[in-house]
Nanobody, 121 residues
């Protein structure tokens, strides 16, 4: 069984930093694009950042000057470093990864359970 295991959320003050981690648990054939999305109360889930298996990043405009996404392909893990956090960054952050689980299956997207990030003013 494949799971995405997230960690690193918490309560921080405005201006502080957080590093989120997400690891693929279970045996897989390959992991493609990995990324982070977030959902604030009463709002739709939105893209934060993604990164290809080759290391090319893509950021939402709202975070691109304050965030760095990276990955360790050997560990099937993606990281999101967020600096200068603002109260508007408060949300549940979800990890997403495109995974081929076995040689008999197509690539499909998997989601983590979410980790809460709360930024106080």
């Amino acid at each position: 069984q494949v799971q995405l295991v997230e960690s690193g959320g918490g309560l921080v003050q405005a201006g502080e930093s957080l590093r989120l981690s997400c690891a693929v648990s279970g045996r897989v054939v390959s992991v493609g694009i990995m990324g982070w999305y977030r959902q604030a109360p009463g709002k739709q889930r939105e893209l934060v950042a993604t990164i290809t298996s080759g290391g090319s990043p893509n950021y939402a405009d709202s975070v691109k000057d304050r965030s760095t996404i990276s990955r360790d392909n050997a560990k099937n893990t993606v990281y999101l470093q967020m600096n200068g956090l603002k109260p508007d960054d408060t949300a549940v952050y979800y990890c997403n990864a495109d995974i081929v689980r076995t040689a008999l299956e197509y690539r499909r997207g998997y989601w983590g359970q979410g980790t809460q990030v709360t930024v106080s003013s």
